[in-house]
């Protein structure tokens, strides 16, 4: 007698009821995705809007950085008075991937929004991406509350926002597939939302080209066909890059935990900020420091740079971001590393603007402790001849950067160096 159980009517069934369950569970995560890339796109587009609109009008009223203290107050009273956790930013939502507990808070975003809005008007030095990615992951975040997804299905949803946020905002849709999964545990990809991750991305990225968003445009760099001796020198810069990332880390950390000490009313670090930015922009007095600085990124890329351009641009953003200005570190990141790159690559055979184009996506990669999303980038924005060096520059970078990188919620799922003599190990047994 035929066991009712497994009669070939019921395993028809069977197989009917799990194929509905997955063609359900997918288009569930399709529909879901498809919402966070357009909350992360639509997000992106009305701040980078915004922000165009306030660079450029800041650059036709010079005078305007002067009220910069005055702005930084402002933002100091208003996150004072009403953020709470909300000023946390990016370390606040890789506090909740990792261990989910409350609803990010939706003030988030028109908090950073603004706040980096006025940063920018009024001159500090700061940079556009970490604030696209805290809006996009505090939207995505009331998705999830709006669907009561489980603890599990908000954690994918959150990494599937930051990263379509950070991909929407530098047009690199393939680096924000991977960033949101590479920034949660360095050494580790969780690929478990690399699904979602890849429908946000792209949706995100398409929304703010549909809606015609000013992206920055960089020169096309002559890479040449790689040579065993450049192996040594892309090490070096690596090296370079590495430290330089590290260098920012540690400022920016030590700097904010000494303003905080010394002042204690937060409403007055950015005014007393602001003042001091103010004079040292009039010392150095070429203003060249203010804002984004996309200008001087494009200029390191088709001609040298000396040292103390990028040194400039940490001491700068640093204290931007220590006073409490709001904005992210990326692009300034960008700007160390590419005018760092332009000026060390007249130290050897590789082209200075190849170097500059390293130092663009190396700096960041040792930051961020994200060398993968950062390599892609690189091939997003450069083309795929520059993959053999920037897989070199980025994880010179990323082994040399040291374990405290911008983003102080990271977890580590084993220390670097010990994956780099595993590696080693690996190698000589081959």
Same mark, same amino acid.
């Given at each position: 007698?035929?066991?009712?159980?497994?009669?070939?009517?019921?395993?028809?069934?069977?197989?009917?009821?799990?194929?509905?369950?997955?063609?359900?569970?997918? *288009?569930?995560?399709?529909?879901?995705?498809?919402?966070?890339?357009?909350?992360?796109?639509?997000?992106?587009?009305?701040?980078?809007?915004?922000?165009?609109?306030?660079?450029?009008?800041?650059?036709?009223?010079?005078?305007?950085?002067?009220?910069?203290?005055?702005?930084?107050?402002?933002?100091?009273?208003?996150?004072?008075?009403?953020?709470?956790?909300?000023e946390?930013?990016?370390? +606040?939502?890789?506090?909740?991937?990792?261990?989910?507990?409350?609803?990010?808070?939706?003030?988030? $975003? !028109?908090?950073?929004?603004?706040?980096?809005?006025?940063?920018?008007?009024?001159?500090? *030095?700061?940079?556009?991406?970490?604030?696209? $990615?805290?809006?996009s992951?505090? /939207?995505?975040?009331?998705?999830?509350?709006?669907?009561?997804?489980?603890?599990y299905?908000?954690?994918v949803?959150?990494?599937?926002?930051s990263?379509?946020?950070?991909?929407?905002?530098?047009?690199?849709?393939?680096?924000?597939?991977?960033?949101?999964?590479?920034?949660?545990?360095? #050494?580790? +990809?969780?690929?478990?939302?690399?699904?979602?991750?890849?429908?946000?991305?792209?949706?995100?990225? %398409?929304?703010?080209?549909?809606?015609?968003?000013?992206?920055?445009?960089? !020169?096309?760099?002559?890479?040449?066909?790689?040579?065993?001796?450049?192996?040594?020198?892309?090490?070096?810069?690596?090296i370079?890059?590495?430290?330089?990332?590290?260098?920012? *880390?540690?400022?920016?950390? +030590?700097?904010?935990?000494?303003?905080?000490?010394?002042?204690?009313?937060?409403?007055?670090?950015?005014?007393?900020?602001? /003042?001091?930015?103010? $004079?040292?922009?009039?010392?150095?007095?070429?203003?060249?420091?203010?804002?984004?600085?996309l200008?001087?990124? %494009?200029?390191?890329?088709?001609?040298?740079?000396?040292w103390?351009?990028?040194?400039?641009?940490?001491?700068?953003? @640093?204290?931007?971001?220590?006073?409490?200005?709001?904005?992210?570190?990326?692009? !300034?990141?960008?700007?160390?590393?590419?005018?760092? #790159?332009?000026?060390?690559?007249?130290?050897?055979?590789?082209?200075?603007?190849?170097?500059?184009?390293?130092?663009?996506?190396?700096?960041? @990669?040792?930051?961020?402790?994200?060398?993968?999303?950062?390599?892609i980038?690189?091939?997003?924005?450069? #083309?795929? %001849?520059?993959?053999?060096?920037?897989?070199?520059?980025?994880?010179?970078?990323?082994?040399?950067? #040291?374990?405290?990188?911008?983003?102080?919620? %990271?977890?580590?799922?084993?220390?670097?160096?010990?994956?780099?003599?595993?590696?080693?190990?690996?190698?000589?047994?081959?």
């Amino acid at each position: 007698m035929t066991n009712y159980y497994f009669s070939p009517y019921n395993r028809k069934k069977a197989k009917r009821m799990f194929n509905k369950f997955n063609l359900y569970k997918v *288009s569930r995560w399709v529909f879901l995705s498809t919402l966070s890339g357009l909350m992360a796109g639509l997000s992106s587009a009305l701040f980078l809007t915004l922000l165009s609109l306030a660079t450029a009008y800041r650059k036709d009223h010079h005078e305007l950085i002067y009220f910069l203290p005055i702005a930084g107050f402002f933002i100091g009273l208003i996150y004072y008075k009403f953020a709470g956790e909300a000023e946390k930013g990016n370390n +606040l939502i890789l506090d909740e991937i990792h261990s989910p507990k409350k609803v990010l808070p939706l003030r988030m $975003v !028109p908090f950073v929004l603004f706040g980096t809005i006025l940063t920018h008007l009024f001159g500090g *030095s700061a940079g556009r991406e970490g604030t696209a $990615v805290q809006m996009s992951g505090a /939207l995505s975040d009331r998705i999830s509350h709006f669907f009561k997804l489980s603890k599990y299905e908000r954690r994918v949803l959150l990494i599937a926002g930051s990263g379509a946020g950070l991909g929407a905002a530098v047009s690199a849709p393939w680096a924000g597939v991977i960033f949101g999964m590479e920034i949660i545990t360095v #050494g580790k +990809l969780r690929l478990y939302a690399f699904f979602q991750c890849l429908i946000a991305s792209f949706i995100g990225y %398409q929304t703010t080209h549909l809606l015609k968003v000013p992206h920055t445009l960089y !020169p096309s760099v002559e890479i040449p066909t790689f040579h065993f001796q450049y192996l040594i020198y892309l090490i070096l810069f690596g090296i370079a890059f590495g430290v330089s990332a590290n260098l920012f *880390s540690k400022t920016t950390h +030590l700097l904010t935990k000494a303003i905080k000490r010394f002042i204690q009313y937060p409403p007055l670090r950015p005014f007393l900020g602001g /003042l001091l930015i103010i $004079v040292l922009y009039n010392i150095e007095g070429s203003f060249l420091y203010a804002g984004l600085g996309l200008e001087t990124i %494009q200029t390191s890329l088709v001609q040298p740079m000396h040292w103390s351009v990028p040194l400039l641009k940490l001491i700068f953003t @640093a204290l931007t971001l220590s006073f409490g200005f709001k904005g992210g570190e990326f692009t !300034p990141l960008v700007f160390i590393g590419a005018t760092l #790159g332009s000026f060390l690559g007249g130290f050897g055979p590789i082209p200075f603007e190849l170097v500059a184009a390293l130092g663009f996506v190396a700096v960041f @990669a040792g930051a961020s402790n994200a060398p993968i999303a950062c390599i892609i980038m690189a091939i997003e924005t450069f #083309g795929i %001849q520059i993959a053999p060096y920037a897989f070199i520059a980025c994880y010179s970078s990323f082994y040399f950067s #040291g374990h405290n990188g911008i983003y102080q919620s %990271q977890r580590y799922f084993s220390k670097k160096h010990k994956r780099a003599l595993f590696f080693l190990k690996y190698l000589r047994k081959k």
